[in-house]
Nanobody, 115 residues
Framework: QVTLVESGGDLVQPGGSLRLSCAASGTILMFNAAGWFRQAPGKPRELVAAISSSGSTNYVDSVKGRFTISKDNAKNTLYLQMNALRPEDTAVYYC?????????WGQGTQVTVSS
């Protein structure tokens, strides 16, 4: 069993930046799937960014060039650097990991982009 705890969500103005962190209770080396999801009110949850065990990354088109996913295996932590934030980025952000599917989820952290 793995516990994930997200942090870093906040209220930020458009154009601002935030870095989300996801601390795992155990090693994340074993997980082939690691990613950040988000869910805005009234909308389905979407995969924002993913990183494989080898370090290859994928992003949803709407965040390409603005968001960067990374991980620190020594600290068992997953990160999401978010720059040039837009109001449409407002959502609850969740991290998730798993061997081949996303089996373990964090509780979520709120990101609000508003002036």
């Amino acid at each position: 069993q793995v516990t994930l705890v997200e942090s870093g969500g906040d209220l930020v103005q458009p154009g601002g930046s935030l870095r989300l962190s996801c601390a795992a209770s155990g090693t994340i080396l074993m997980f082939n799937a690691a990613g950040w999801f988000r869910q805005a009110p009234g909308k389905p949850r979407e995969l924002v960014a993913a990183i494989s065990s080898s370090g290859s990354t994928n992003y949803v088109d709407s965040v390409k060039g603005r968001f960067t996913i990374s991980k620190d295996n020594a600290k068992n932590t997953l990160y999401l650097q978010m720059n040039a934030l837009r109001p449409e980025d407002t959502a609850v952000y969740y991290c998730a990991v798993g061997i081949y599917e996303y089996d373990y989820w964090g509780q979520g952290t709120q990101v609000t982009v508003s002036s």
